[in-house]
């Protein structure tokens, strides 16, 4: 049970004073319901106003406060908008206009003759200075005393907004939960706070919301609700190893022969992972181990061997895919890879209906299928397995937590868990998302594998891209050409880098006729796998696609892939699609067409795959370019969900909190001690009770 100490940090904004069903219910359009949520979203800015007496002393484009008198109206007609002229202290004028429906009433607010303080952005026009819509506008009592009515600060924070809900609103809802932070115990070690100088956390809060300057407290801030993440990991971490699970010991009857028919030979580092994963699937505790490596390094069969050590030792397995796509494509290397073996594989998608799925169910139920693949399908209440044992997720960022929680309750004991990524993720965000695995690196690449020629070429040249790709053709090889869009539904002018697939396909079928395929995530699934069909047998040439194909697709005859409107993508996933050639023995290219007007970043963008194709180096410069939010794609509910910190302070705080957290439970009483209980603080204001009740339920 959350602590009676926090209970107003997480009251509805309604308990707030000023803050009504109409403000709140536009707060939630922001994601604020509660007062916590309010003071978690930091300013995203501040906005000054300088206090001036004269406008004599003014420039257009600031924005200043300034005493002002009321001499004449003119009302709004036509397109002319309602007018005020006003005079200074000093005789120099200034206009006040007011646009739109509501000009008029805004005048009436400014009668002739009365004295008003003006907050706003000044501009020149007809070499006359001019104010549009004041942000601020306070009459003035000329019996009042002056002190009362001195100007207020002149730096205001600046958050986001929404339709009907107003700055001024937003900042007093604000002060209103400011004054609302109780005075809580530190959590943090003394000697941090000593060496960082950092404020307490309430304190650290106001200053957050009101000091432009305050950036020692808004890294105190984000080292708290990193520190709450790593706490919350290192429970789970620690529980996990408490958790008894079956000890999975193969005999060697499939991984044995699987490994001996390869036409390869495991890379080192597949040697070292298959290791470390065997050794943990043999322990009576659940395994919880992240598998990543880069784009091609043969985390697949990595995933099979695992698997076979599972239905070695008596148990089942599954494989989860994030598309009915990947689903598909795993299906098919694992049937191949398992030919005559004795291991029965099922395949559970959005797309099996009827009998064939109740036959799937039944057989997994009575253990007549050993490995099941499929999509969140394999998630619903009905899909009930008979031993469970080992699950892997090809994890492509897109299952969260409770996803994956779904899955390990559908065992009598927790299953042991393996994650794959699709690309290598920088340490710091994997530290972040990923801090209750144990990590397994794939960093090399099965010899044979040749570089990929990567080349940048403009939009403009696209005819000299079509005759290559011709020549391509002609000379009986495959390729893929991808485009960032389904169809271009927008009614504006579009650039050509803009050029959606549909579009692409039919200009490319005028040239090249039946030898081009389109698939899209829009497709219904059959006319999907058809087209996919036709490619993978050769019928059709090139593969006229989105960011569908960016993984699932293994065609290792293609080795060409053109890349339009590159610029328009992120560097892990151009790497990822750049992957989908060079997996055969012949030289492949890529082939990145940009568009004319590229951002510096987009330039940098290209200019680092063109210069390498590690996949590790691509994910650190991505990072830096992009942010963890849009490296790992769609945010899940507890996975990098950062309120505060942000992308710099990730990476440069993730460490210490990793290391506060581990110290804190190794050294000071866990959670038991005086900081033990200010750390459980923490997690509940950070949204981690799940660690809390992870905690009490040992």
Same mark, same amino acid.
């Given at each position: 049970?959350?602590?009676?100490?926090?209970?107003?940090?997480?009251?509805?904004?309604?308990?707030?004073?000023?803050?009504?069903?109409?403000?709140?219910?536009?707060?939630?359009?922001?994601?604020?319901?509660?007062?916590?949520?309010? =003071?978690?979203?930091?300013?995203?800015?501040?906005?000054?106003?300088?206090?001036?007496?004269?406008?004599?002393?003014?420039?257009?484009?600031?924005?200043?406060?300034?005493?002002?008198?009321?001499?004449?109206?003119?009302?709004?007609?036509?397109?002319?908008? &309602?007018?005020?002229?006003?005079?200074?202290?000093?005789?120099?004028?200034?206009?006040?206009?007011?646009?739109?429906?509501?000009?008029?009433?805004?005048?009436?607010?400014?009668?002739?003759?009365?004295?008003?303080?003006?907050?706003?952005?000044?501009?020149?026009?007809?070499?006359?200075?001019?104010?549009?819509?004041?942000?601020?506008?306070?009459?003035? /009592?000329?019996?009042?005393?002056? &002190?009362?009515?001195?100007?207020? +600060?002149?730096?205001?924070?600046?958050?986001?907004?929404?339709?009907?809900?107003?700055?001024?609103?937003?900042?007093?809802?604000?002060?209103?939960?400011?004054?609302?932070?109780?005075?809580?115990?530190?959590?943090? /070690?003394? &000697?941090?706070?000593?060496? $960082?100088?950092?404020?307490?956390?309430?304190?650290?809060?106001?200053?957050?919301?009101?000091?432009?300057?305050?950036?020692?407290?808004?890294?105190? =801030?984000?080292?708290?609700?990193?520190?709450?993440?790593?706490?919350?990991?290192?429970?789970?971490?620690?529980? $996990?190893?408490?958790?008894?699970?079956?000890?999975?010991?193969?005999?060697?009857?499939?991984?044995?022969?699987?490994?001996?028919?390869?036409?390869?030979?495991?890379?080192?580092?597949?040697?070292?992972?298959?290791?470390?994963?065997?050794?943990?699937?043999?322990?009576?505790?659940?395994?919880?181990?992240?598998?990543?490596?880069?784009?091609?390094?043969?985390?697949?069969?990595?995933?099979? +061997?695992?698997?076979?050590?599972?239905?070695?030792?008596?148990?089942?397995?599954?494989?989860?895919?994030?598309?009915?796509?990947?689903?598909?494509?795993?299906?098919?290397?694992?049937?191949?890879?398992?030919?005559?073996?004795?291991?029965?594989?099922? +395949?559970?998608?959005?797309?099996?209906?009827?009998?064939?799925?109740?036959?799937?169910?039944?057989?997994?139920?009575?253990?007549?299928?050993?490995?099941?693949?499929?999509?969140?399908?394999?998630?619903?209440?009905?899909?009930?397995?008979? $031993?469970?044992?080992?699950?892997?997720?090809?994890?492509?960022?897109?299952?969260?937590?409770?996803?994956?929680?779904?899955?390990?309750?559908?065992?009598?004991?927790?299953?042991?868990?393996?994650?794959?990524?699709?690309?290598?993720?920088?340490?710091?965000?994997?530290?972040?998302?990923?801090?209750?695995?144990?990590?397994?690196?794939? $960093?090399?690449?099965?010899?044979?594998?040749?570089?990929?020629?990567?080349?940048?070429?403009?939009?403009?040249?696209?005819?000299?891209?079509?005759?290559?790709?011709?020549?391509?053709?002609?000379?009986?090889?495959?390729?893929?050409?991808?485009?960032?869009?389904?169809?271009?539904?927008?009614?504006?002018?579009?650039?050509?880098?803009?050029?959606?697939?549909?579009?692409?396909?039919?200009?490319?079928?005028?040239?090249?006729?039946?030898?081009?395929?389109?698939?899209?995530?829009?497709?219904?699934?059959?006319?999907?796998?058809?087209?996919?069909?036709?490619?993978?047998?050769?019928?059709?040439?090139?593969?006229?696609?989105?960011?569908?194909?960016?993984?699932?697709?293994?065609?290792?005859?293609?080795?060409?892939?053109?890349?339009?409107?590159?610029?328009?993508?992120?560097?892990?996933?151009?790497?990822?699609?750049?992957?989908?050639?060079?997996?055969?023995?012949?030289?492949?290219?890529?082939?990145?067409?940009?568009?004319?007007?590229?951002?510096?970043?987009?330039?940098?963008?290209?200019?680092? +795959?063109?210069?390498?194709?590690?996949?590790?180096?691509?994910?650190?410069?991505?990072?830096? =370019?992009?942010?963890?939010?849009?490296?790992?794609?769609?945010?899940?509910?507890?996975?990098?969900?950062?309120?505060?910190?942000?992308?710099?302070?990730?990476?440069?705080?993730? &460490?210490?909190? /990793?290391?506060?957290?581990?110290?804190?439970?190794?050294?000071?009483?866990?959670?038991?001690?005086?900081?033990?209980?200010?750390?459980?603080?923490?997690?509940?204001?950070?949204?981690?009770?799940?660690?809390?009740?992870?905690?009490?339920?040992?």
């Amino acid at each position: 049970m959350r602590p009676d100490l926090l209970n107003p940090l997480f009251a509805d904004v309604t308990s707030l004073p000023g803050v009504g069903p109409r403000v709140a219910q536009r707060l939630h359009k922001l994601g604020i319901a509660r007062v916590r949520d309010l =003071l978690f979203q930091l300013p995203s800015g501040f906005r000054r106003t300088r206090p001036i007496a004269s406008l004599a002393h003014a420039e257009p484009g600031e924005r200043v406060r300034i005493t002002v008198r009321i001499v004449q109206h003119r009302k709004a007609h036509g397109r002319a908008p &309602a007018r005020a002229a006003a005079l200074d202290a000093t005789g120099h004028p200034l206009a006040i206009l007011f646009f739109g429906a509501q000009a008029d009433r805004m005048l009436a607010r400014l009668p002739v003759g009365q004295q008003v303080r003006i907050s706003g952005r000044l501009e020149r026009w007809n070499d006359q200075l001019q104010m549009a819509h004041p942000e601020q506008v306070i009459p003035i /009592d000329p019996l009042a005393d002056p &002190a009362s009515q001195a100007p207020g +600060l002149e730096v205001e924070p600046v958050y986001p907004l929404t339709e009907g809900l107003s700055r001024r609103a937003r900042i007093d809802a604000v002060a209103k939960a400011l004054d609302r932070l109780p005075a809580l115990p530190e959590w943090l /070690d003394p &000697a941090l706070v000593a060496r $960082n100088r950092w404020p307490s956390f309430a304190e650290a809060l106001r200053a957050a919301h009101g000091d432009p300057a305050a950036d020692v407290a808004r890294d105190r =801030l984000a080292l708290d609700e990193l520190l709450a993440g790593q706490l919350a990991w290192a429970l789970v971490r620690a529980r $996990n190893r408490r958790r008894a699970s079956r000890a999975l010991v193969g005999n060697g009857q499939i991984t044995g022969p699987l490994v001996d028919r390869l036409p390869f030979a495991l890379t080192g580092a597949q040697h070292r992972v298959i290791g470390e994963i065997h050794a943990d699937l043999a322990r009576p505790q659940a395994m919880l181990r992240l598998l990543q490596g880069d784009v091609g390094s043969g985390k697949t069969l990595v995933a099979a +061997l695992a698997l076979a050590r599972a239905v070695e030792a008596g148990v089942q397995g599954a494989f989860l895919a994030p598309t009915e796509l990947l689903a598909r494509q795993h299906f098919r290397t694992l049937s191949g890879l398992f030919a005559s073996l004795p291991v029965r594989l099922g +395949l559970l998608c959005g797309r099996e209906k009827g009998r064939a799925r109740d036959r799937v169910l039944a057989d997994l139920a009575l253990g007549g299928i050993d490995i099941l693949v499929g999509t969140h399908a394999i998630f619903q209440d009905q899909v009930r397995y008979r $031993n469970l044992g080992l699950a892997v997720i090809d994890e492509q960022h897109r299952f969260g937590v409770a996803q994956r929680l779904l899955l390990q309750r559908k065992a009598a004991q927790a299953p042991h868990l393996l994650v794959m990524t699709a690309t290598p993720i920088p340490r710091t965000l994997a530290l972040a998302n990923y801090g209750a695995l144990d990590i397994s690196v794939l $960093n090399e690449r099965p010899p044979g594998r040749l570089p990929i020629d990567t080349r940048v070429i403009a939009m403009a040249r696209m005819h000299e891209v079509v005759d290559g790709l011709a020549r391509h053709l002609a000379a009986g090889r495959r390729a893929y050409w991808v485009c960032p869009l389904v169809e271009d539904d927008s009614d504006e002018p579009q650039a050509d880098e803009q050029a959606a697939a549909v579009t692409r396909a039919t200009m490319l079928k005028d040239r090249f006729g039946d030898r081009v395929a389109l698939v899209h995530g829009r497709m219904p699934g059959p006319e999907r796998d058809s087209a996919l069909a036709r490619f993978l047998s050769g019928e059709a040439q090139l593969l006229v696609a989105t960011t569908v194909i960016e993984v699932g697709v293994d065609v290792p005859e293609a080795t060409l892939i053109v890349i339009e409107a590159a610029e328009r993508f992120g560097l892990a996933q151009l790497h990822q699609l750049r992957g989908r050639v060079g997996r055969g023995r012949e030289k492949s290219v890529c082939i990145l067409l940009a568009g004319p007007r590229l951002s510096e970043t987009a330039r940098e963008r290209l200019k680092m +795959l063109r210069a390498t194709d590690d996949g590790f180096a691509i994910a650190e410069a991505d990072l830096q =370019l992009r942010g963890p939010g849009e490296l790992l794609g769609t945010r899940q509910a507890g996975e990098q969900g950062f309120a505060i910190a942000t992308d710099a302070q990730v990476a440069r705080l993730i &460490a210490a909190a /990793d290391a506060e957290a581990r110290l804190l439970l190794a050294r000071d009483g866990g959670l038991s001690g005086p900081r033990g209980e200010a750390a459980r603080l923490l997690l509940y204001l950070f949204d981690r009770d799940a660690a809390v009740r992870t905690l009490q339920s040992g």
